[in-house]
Protein backbone atom coordinates (compact mmCIF):
# COMPACT_ATOMS: atom_id res chain seq x y z
CA UNK A 1 0.00 0.00 0.00
CA UNK A 2 1.69 3.56 -1.02
CA UNK A 3 1.83 5.67 1.96
CA UNK A 4 -0.23 8.73 -0.12
CA UNK A 5 -2.62 6.57 -1.92
CA UNK A 6 -5.68 6.26 -0.04
CA UNK A 7 -7.77 2.70 -0.61
CA UNK A 8 -11.35 3.42 -1.53
CA UNK A 9 -12.27 2.09 2.48
CA UNK A 10 -9.91 5.25 4.08
CA UNK A 11 -11.63 7.79 1.19
CA UNK A 12 -15.28 6.64 2.65
CA UNK A 13 -13.64 7.51 6.12
CA UNK A 14 -12.70 10.14 5.48
CA UNK A 15 -15.74 11.74 3.84
CA UNK A 16 -17.68 10.95 6.68
CA UNK A 17 -15.36 12.78 9.02
CA UNK A 18 -16.68 16.08 10.27
CA UNK A 19 -14.39 19.25 9.71
CA UNK A 20 -12.90 20.83 12.63
CA UNK A 21 -13.72 17.80 15.31
CA UNK A 22 -11.82 18.74 18.91
CA UNK A 23 -9.17 16.29 19.23
CA UNK A 24 -10.05 15.58 22.94
CA UNK A 25 -10.05 11.19 23.89
CA UNK A 26 -13.83 11.64 23.77
CA UNK A 27 -14.27 12.30 19.82
CA UNK A 28 -11.39 10.18 19.04
CA UNK A 29 -12.73 7.55 20.29
CA UNK A 30 -16.45 8.38 19.06
CA UNK A 31 -15.13 9.23 15.92
CA UNK A 32 -13.33 5.65 15.68
CA UNK A 33 -16.34 3.39 17.37
CA UNK A 34 -18.53 5.89 14.16
CA UNK A 35 -16.30 4.53 11.56
CA UNK A 36 -16.19 0.70 12.82
CA UNK A 37 -19.56 0.59 12.43
CA UNK A 38 -19.79 2.23 8.96
CA UNK A 39 -16.80 -0.20 7.83
CA UNK A 40 -17.82 -4.01 9.95
CA UNK A 41 -16.45 -6.11 7.70
CA UNK A 42 -14.93 -4.09 5.44
CA UNK A 43 -11.78 -3.80 7.60
CA UNK A 44 -8.78 -5.90 7.06
CA UNK A 45 -8.86 -8.98 9.58
CA UNK A 46 -5.48 -9.48 9.95
CA UNK A 47 -3.88 -5.90 10.20
CA UNK A 48 -0.14 -6.25 9.26
CA UNK A 49 2.79 -3.53 10.24
CA UNK A 50 3.19 -0.99 7.30
CA UNK A 51 6.79 0.35 7.41
CA UNK A 52 8.10 3.76 6.73
CA UNK A 53 11.06 2.94 4.45
CA UNK A 54 9.31 1.52 1.64
CA UNK A 55 8.93 5.49 0.72
CA UNK A 56 12.34 5.45 -1.47
CA UNK A 57 12.97 9.25 -0.23
CA UNK A 58 12.86 8.62 3.39
CA UNK A 59 16.33 9.28 5.29
CA UNK A 60 18.26 6.42 7.16
CA UNK A 61 19.91 6.50 10.22
CA UNK A 62 18.88 9.78 10.80
CA UNK A 63 17.84 11.11 14.45
CA UNK A 64 16.59 14.59 15.24
CA UNK A 65 15.85 15.02 18.63
CA UNK A 66 13.31 18.23 19.53
CA UNK A 67 12.83 17.46 23.16
CA UNK A 68 13.71 15.30 26.30
CA UNK A 69 14.11 11.67 25.34
CA UNK A 70 14.01 9.60 28.09
CA UNK A 71 17.69 9.63 28.09
CA UNK A 72 18.30 8.54 32.29
CA UNK A 73 15.03 5.82 31.72
CA UNK A 74 14.91 2.34 30.35
CA UNK A 75 15.75 2.26 27.02
CA UNK A 76 15.58 -0.51 24.94
CA UNK A 77 16.92 1.19 21.57
CA UNK A 78 20.18 2.11 20.66
CA UNK A 79 19.73 5.52 19.49
CA UNK A 80 19.31 5.73 16.60
CA UNK A 81 16.06 4.97 13.95
CA UNK A 82 16.08 3.42 10.68
CA UNK A 83 12.78 2.94 10.27
CA UNK A 84 9.40 4.14 11.35
CA UNK A 85 5.67 1.67 11.99
CA UNK A 86 1.85 2.00 11.74
CA UNK A 87 -0.41 -1.04 10.96
CA UNK A 88 -2.65 -1.41 7.89
CA UNK A 89 -5.56 -0.38 9.36
CA UNK A 90 -7.14 2.42 8.41
CA UNK A 91 -9.03 3.10 11.95
CA UNK A 92 -6.41 3.19 14.34
CA UNK A 93 -3.06 1.83 15.61
CA UNK A 94 -1.75 0.53 18.99
CA UNK A 95 1.85 -0.32 19.49
CA UNK A 96 3.40 -1.04 23.24
CA UNK A 97 7.07 -2.41 24.21
CA UNK A 98 7.92 -4.87 27.22
CA UNK A 99 9.35 -3.04 30.23
CA UNK A 100 11.12 -4.52 33.12
CA UNK A 101 11.14 -1.91 35.64
CA UNK A 102 14.69 -2.24 37.78
CA UNK A 103 14.42 -3.93 41.28
CA UNK A 104 12.76 -1.42 43.75
CA UNK A 105 11.04 0.55 40.99
CA UNK A 106 7.23 0.73 40.52
CA UNK A 107 6.11 4.17 39.19
CA UNK A 108 6.45 5.62 35.78
CA UNK A 109 7.22 9.24 35.92
CA UNK A 110 7.00 9.51 32.19
CA UNK A 111 6.71 8.15 28.65
CA UNK A 112 8.85 9.53 25.81
CA UNK A 113 8.04 7.79 22.25
CA UNK A 114 9.80 8.79 18.86
CA UNK A 115 7.87 9.35 16.36
CA UNK A 116 7.96 10.21 12.18
CA UNK A 117 5.52 11.27 9.57
CA UNK A 118 5.02 10.97 6.02
CA UNK A 119 2.40 13.17 5.46
CA UNK A 120 1.32 17.40 5.41
CA UNK A 121 -0.82 16.95 8.66
CA UNK A 122 2.04 17.94 11.03
CA UNK A 123 0.35 16.91 14.33
CA UNK A 124 -0.17 13.55 15.72
CA UNK A 125 -2.38 13.21 18.73
CA UNK A 126 -1.86 10.36 20.88
CA UNK A 127 -2.80 8.21 23.89
CA UNK A 128 0.30 6.33 25.65
CA UNK A 129 -1.44 3.09 27.26
CA UNK A 130 0.28 1.13 30.16
CA UNK A 131 -1.03 -2.52 30.24
CA UNK A 132 -0.10 -5.22 32.44
CA UNK A 133 1.79 -8.68 31.35
CA UNK A 134 -1.32 -10.29 32.18
CA UNK A 135 -2.64 -11.28 29.14
CA UNK A 136 -2.52 -14.86 27.62
CA UNK A 137 0.86 -16.03 27.22
CA UNK A 138 2.08 -12.82 29.61
CA UNK A 139 0.90 -10.43 26.68
CA UNK A 140 -0.70 -7.25 27.56
CA UNK A 141 -3.64 -7.47 28.98
CA UNK A 142 -5.49 -4.83 32.05
CA UNK A 143 -4.93 -1.28 31.01
CA UNK A 144 -3.24 0.30 34.51
CA UNK A 145 -3.53 3.52 32.77
CA UNK A 146 -3.26 6.22 30.01
CA UNK A 147 -1.99 9.61 29.36
CA UNK A 148 -4.18 11.46 27.16
CA UNK A 149 -4.20 13.41 24.73
CA UNK A 150 -0.71 14.16 23.70
CA UNK A 151 0.44 15.60 20.99
CA UNK A 152 3.80 15.50 18.54
CA UNK A 153 4.63 17.55 15.75
CA UNK A 154 7.93 15.77 14.12
CA UNK A 155 9.04 17.08 10.90
CA UNK A 156 8.42 15.15 7.56
CA UNK A 157 10.44 11.98 7.79
CA UNK A 158 12.64 13.06 10.74
CA UNK A 159 12.65 10.66 13.95
CA UNK A 160 11.56 13.14 17.20
CA UNK A 161 11.79 12.52 20.63
CA UNK A 162 8.54 13.86 22.94
CA UNK A 163 8.50 13.77 26.19
CA UNK A 164 5.18 12.93 28.52
CA UNK A 165 5.33 13.51 32.17
CA UNK A 166 2.58 11.35 34.44
CA UNK A 167 0.96 13.27 36.72
CA UNK A 168 1.92 12.38 39.96
CA UNK A 169 3.50 9.16 38.36
CA UNK A 170 1.52 5.71 37.34
CA UNK A 171 2.00 3.26 40.20
CA UNK A 172 2.45 -0.11 38.67
CA UNK A 173 1.62 -3.85 40.44
CA UNK A 174 4.26 -5.41 39.01
CA UNK A 175 7.39 -4.93 37.18
CA UNK A 176 7.39 -6.26 33.99
CA UNK A 177 4.40 -3.51 31.94
CA UNK A 178 3.99 -2.55 28.20
CA UNK A 179 4.15 0.87 27.20
CA UNK A 180 3.23 2.82 23.64
CA UNK A 181 1.53 5.30 21.90
CA UNK A 182 -2.19 4.36 20.37
CA UNK A 183 -3.20 6.82 17.93
CA UNK A 184 -6.29 7.39 15.15
CA UNK A 185 -5.48 6.93 11.40
CA UNK A 186 -8.59 8.58 10.75
CA UNK A 187 -7.62 11.88 12.56
CA UNK A 188 -3.96 11.41 11.93
CA UNK A 189 -2.56 10.06 8.19
CA UNK A 190 0.47 8.80 8.10
CA UNK A 191 2.32 9.00 11.27
CA UNK A 192 4.68 6.42 12.45
CA UNK A 193 6.49 4.94 15.40
CA UNK A 194 9.97 5.22 15.32
CA UNK A 195 11.70 1.47 14.75
CA UNK A 196 15.11 0.96 15.80
CA UNK A 197 16.26 -2.22 13.00
CA UNK A 198 19.85 -2.66 14.32
CA UNK A 199 19.89 -2.25 18.17
CA UNK A 200 20.48 -4.93 20.87
CA UNK A 201 16.65 -5.65 20.87
CA UNK A 202 15.36 -7.87 23.42
CA UNK A 203 12.24 -7.24 24.46
CA UNK A 204 8.70 -7.87 22.53
CA UNK A 205 6.06 -5.75 20.98
CA UNK A 206 2.72 -6.02 20.10
CA UNK A 207 0.27 -4.02 18.10
CA UNK A 208 -3.21 -3.78 17.64
CA UNK A 209 -5.84 -1.26 15.73
CA UNK A 210 -7.77 -0.15 18.97
CA UNK A 211 -7.12 2.59 20.84
CA UNK A 212 -8.00 0.84 24.11
CA UNK A 213 -7.58 -2.82 23.87
CA UNK A 214 -4.50 -4.37 24.56
CA UNK A 215 -2.98 -5.45 21.11
CA UNK A 216 -1.69 -8.53 21.23
CA UNK A 217 -0.31 -9.26 18.27
CA UNK A 218 3.83 -9.93 18.27
CA UNK A 219 5.53 -6.83 16.11
CA UNK A 220 7.64 -9.60 13.83
CA UNK A 221 9.32 -7.49 11.15
CA UNK A 222 12.00 -9.00 9.35
CA UNK A 223 14.20 -6.57 11.48
CA UNK A 224 12.54 -5.15 14.38
CA UNK A 225 15.19 -4.74 17.31
CA UNK A 226 13.49 -1.82 19.38
CA UNK A 227 10.57 0.58 18.71
CA UNK A 228 10.71 4.49 19.77
CA UNK A 229 9.35 4.04 23.14
CA UNK A 230 11.15 5.33 26.70
CA UNK A 231 10.11 5.37 30.05
CA UNK A 232 11.41 6.53 33.32
CA UNK A 233 10.53 4.78 36.70
CA UNK A 234 10.93 5.39 40.54
CA UNK A 235 9.82 3.81 43.20
CA UNK A 236 6.70 4.58 44.65
CA UNK A 237 6.56 5.30 48.67
CA UNK A 238 3.99 2.56 49.30
CA UNK A 239 2.54 -0.53 47.15
CA UNK A 240 0.16 -0.53 45.79
CA UNK A 241 -2.93 -3.23 45.87
CA UNK A 242 -3.69 -5.59 43.34
CA UNK A 243 -5.30 -9.34 42.52
CA UNK A 244 -1.44 -9.89 42.67
CA UNK A 245 0.50 -7.38 45.31
CA UNK A 246 -0.07 -8.40 48.74
CA UNK A 247 0.41 -4.60 50.50
CA UNK A 248 1.79 -5.32 54.36
CA UNK A 249 2.36 -2.92 57.57
CA UNK A 250 0.67 -0.44 56.55
CA UNK A 251 1.45 -0.58 52.53
CA UNK A 252 5.19 -0.50 53.14
CA UNK A 253 5.86 -4.06 52.27
CA UNK A 254 4.82 -5.82 48.96
CA UNK A 255 4.60 -9.38 48.37
CA UNK A 256 4.08 -10.58 45.18
CA UNK A 257 4.98 -14.46 44.02
CA UNK A 258 4.68 -16.46 40.31
CA UNK A 259 4.38 -20.31 40.40
CA UNK A 260 4.97 -22.97 37.70
CA UNK A 261 2.69 -26.43 37.86
CA UNK A 262 5.30 -29.44 37.08
CA UNK A 263 4.95 -30.82 33.86
CA UNK A 264 4.57 -27.63 32.19
CA UNK A 265 1.05 -27.41 33.76
CA UNK A 266 -0.13 -23.34 34.08
CA UNK A 267 1.98 -20.45 35.82
CA UNK A 268 1.69 -17.12 35.89
CA UNK A 269 1.21 -14.56 38.84
CA UNK A 270 -0.03 -15.55 42.51
CA UNK A 271 -3.33 -14.06 43.28
CA UNK A 272 -2.94 -12.57 46.99
CA UNK A 273 -5.90 -12.15 49.74
CA UNK A 274 -4.88 -9.98 52.66
CA UNK A 275 -5.97 -11.11 55.84
CA UNK A 276 -4.78 -8.86 58.48
CA UNK A 277 -2.38 -5.41 57.91
CA UNK A 278 1.03 -8.45 58.44
CA UNK A 279 -0.66 -11.16 57.03
CA UNK A 280 -1.89 -12.82 53.77
CA UNK A 281 -1.96 -16.07 51.48
CA UNK A 282 -1.80 -16.78 47.92
CA UNK A 283 -3.44 -18.95 45.53
CA UNK A 284 -2.67 -20.33 42.31
CA UNK A 285 -5.18 -22.25 40.57
CA UNK A 286 -8.65 -21.31 42.52
CA UNK A 287 -9.57 -19.06 45.20
CA UNK A 288 -10.94 -21.72 46.90
CA UNK A 289 -7.55 -23.46 46.95
CA UNK A 290 -4.90 -21.52 49.45
CA UNK A 291 -1.53 -22.60 48.75
CA UNK A 292 0.84 -20.38 50.70
CA UNK A 293 0.09 -18.00 53.99
CA UNK A 294 2.85 -14.96 54.27
CA UNK A 295 3.44 -12.69 56.91
CA UNK A 296 5.58 -9.76 57.39
CA UNK A 297 6.76 -8.86 61.16
CA UNK A 298 8.43 -6.27 62.33
CA UNK A 299 11.59 -7.26 64.11
CA UNK A 300 13.40 -4.08 64.59
CA UNK A 301 13.25 -3.57 68.80
CA UNK A 302 14.41 -7.39 68.89
CA UNK A 303 17.47 -7.72 66.02
CA UNK A 304 17.42 -4.75 63.78
CA UNK A 305 15.09 -6.60 60.90
CA UNK A 306 12.08 -6.97 59.56
CA UNK A 307 11.07 -10.71 59.22
CA UNK A 308 9.64 -12.78 56.69
CA UNK A 309 7.35 -15.76 57.73
CA UNK A 310 5.83 -18.10 55.33
CA UNK A 311 3.77 -21.73 55.70
CA UNK A 312 2.53 -23.75 52.31
CA UNK A 313 -0.09 -25.84 51.64
CA UNK A 314 1.74 -27.24 47.73
CA UNK A 315 4.03 -28.76 46.63
CA UNK A 316 4.22 -26.19 43.24
CA UNK A 317 7.18 -24.84 42.41
CA UNK A 318 6.91 -21.00 43.76
CA UNK A 319 9.04 -17.73 44.07
CA UNK A 320 7.77 -15.38 46.46
CA UNK A 321 9.16 -11.79 46.48
CA UNK A 322 8.96 -9.37 49.51
CA UNK A 323 10.34 -5.80 48.59
CA UNK A 324 10.42 -2.80 51.36
CA UNK A 325 8.74 0.18 48.78
CA UNK A 326 10.62 2.70 51.03
CA UNK A 327 14.03 1.47 50.79
CA UNK A 328 13.65 -0.75 47.27
CA UNK A 329 15.15 -3.78 49.21
CA UNK A 330 13.98 -7.12 48.53
CA UNK A 331 13.91 -10.72 49.15
CA UNK A 332 12.96 -13.71 47.48
CA UNK A 333 12.57 -17.09 48.37
CA UNK A 334 11.85 -20.38 45.90
CA UNK A 335 10.43 -23.59 46.50
CA UNK A 336 11.30 -26.18 44.33
CA UNK A 337 9.40 -28.19 41.79
CA UNK A 338 7.52 -31.00 43.16
CA UNK A 339 8.91 -30.73 46.84
CA UNK A 340 6.62 -29.70 49.88
CA UNK A 341 6.93 -26.68 50.91
CA UNK A 342 9.44 -25.71 53.67
CA UNK A 343 8.28 -23.31 56.51
CA UNK A 344 10.20 -20.32 55.92
CA UNK A 345 11.16 -18.23 58.82
CA UNK A 346 13.41 -15.84 58.08
CA UNK A 347 15.02 -13.78 61.02
CA UNK A 348 16.98 -11.49 58.78
CA UNK A 349 14.84 -10.89 55.91
CA UNK A 350 15.43 -7.11 55.32
CA UNK A 351 17.47 -4.96 57.13
CA UNK A 352 15.86 -1.44 56.61
CA UNK A 353 14.83 -0.84 59.95
CA UNK A 354 13.12 1.75 61.05
CA1 LIG B 1 19.46 1.83 15.27
Same mark, same amino acid.
Given at each position: ???F??????????????P???R??????????????????????S !? &??? #? /????? %?????????? =?A????????????F?????????????????????????????????????????S????????????????????????????A???????????????????????????? !? &??? #? /????? %?????????? =?????????????????????????????????????????????????????????TF???????S???????L????????????????????V??????N?????????????????????????????????????F?????????????
Amino acid at each position: MHLFGKSVVSTVVAIAMIPGVVRGQESLNKVAAEAQAALQGASPSS !P &AVE #E /LSVVP %FAPRNFVEKS =GADCSGGIIYDDGSFEDGYRTTSVLAHNFVTEFVLPAGTNRLNAICTCWSRASFDTSVTYRLNVYAADGAGGRPGTLLGSVTPNFATPSLFGRSFFRVDIPGGLDVPTNRVYVG !P &AWS #E /LLDDS %FFICADENGP =GGHPSYFGTDLVTAPTTPLQTASYRALGIRVEAEASSSCVPSSTALCLANGRFRVTATFQAPNGGSSGDANVVKLTDETGYLWFFSASNVETVVKVLNGCGLNQHYWVFAGGLTNVQTVITVTDTETGAMTTYMNPQSTPFEPIQDTQALATCP
